[in-house]
């Protein structure tokens, strides 16, 4: 059932970052799913700048190695899903600018969203990042994991979800799987 590619993004480079712990929960959390291939972009290590390409993405005309690499990168994926911080109720500007940095690697593409945060359980992130891709036909999928209160659920450096996180992971894999698949013709 590993038919669709799917690329998780780790969407923070702070130092000490919950991304890192989240994101490994939610990757082992697909890789049991079964029904992708899963692979990891950790935008600590793709280490993009704030975008320095002269041309347009539309054009694919990329004059950085760091930005081919990106490209390659998503352009391999049939399905994204973004781990995200909530930043002053909105979505990090890392996230933002990994966005920005691509056109067409994007297209007709399935989105999901892991938040987390305080009581907004990044809520507020996750509509964010939605309106960012809009103009992009990456089309995201409601079903997303929002996680209240993340620092309460780190134990000894890692993850540990509720119940009702695990639930919603299962969730968001399902319909992600679905709307991926349903696209795929459109990506030729
Ligand atoms: C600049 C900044 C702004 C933040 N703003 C919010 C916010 O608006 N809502 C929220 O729930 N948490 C907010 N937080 C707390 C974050 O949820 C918490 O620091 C979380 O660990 C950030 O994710 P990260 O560690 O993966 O970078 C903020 C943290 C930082 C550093």
């Known amino acids: 059932m590993s038919d669709l590619r799917l690329l998780v993004v780790v969407a923070s480079t702070r130092p000490g970052r919950v991304a890192l712990p989240v994101s490994q929960w ?13 692979s990891v972009a950790d935008l600590a290590e793709e280490n993009l700048p704030l ?27 049939d399905a994204i899903v973004f781990v ?10 890392v996230a933002k600018n990994a966005i920005d940095y691509l056109h067409h690697e994007w297209r007709y593409k399935a989105a999901g969203v892991v938040s987390y945060g305080g009581v907004s359980a ?3 992130s996750a509509m964010a990042l939605h309106a960012a891709v809009f103009a992009l036909n990456l089309f995201t999928i409601a079903q997303q994991v929002n996680i209240p209160f993340v620092t ?4 000894d ?5 509720s119940e009702t996180t695990e639930a919603a992971a299962t969730v968001l894999l399902d319909e992600l799987h679905r709307v991926a698949g349903a696209l795929k013709p459109l990506r030729g």
């Open 157 to 161: 450096g890692r993850f540990d979800p």
């Open 84 to 93: 995200i911080p909530e930043y002053n109720f909105t979505l990090g500007a």
């Open 152 to 155: 309460s659920r780190m134990v």
């Open 51 to 77: 975008l320095d390409e002269p041309h347009h993405p539309r054009l694919s005309r990329y004059e950085h190695e760091h930005t081919r690499r990106w490209s390659e990168k998503v352009g391999a994926a």
């Open 26 to 38: 939610f990757v082992d959390a697909a890789k049991a799913h079964g029904g992708f291939q899963v």
């Open 122 to 124: 990044g809520t507020r």
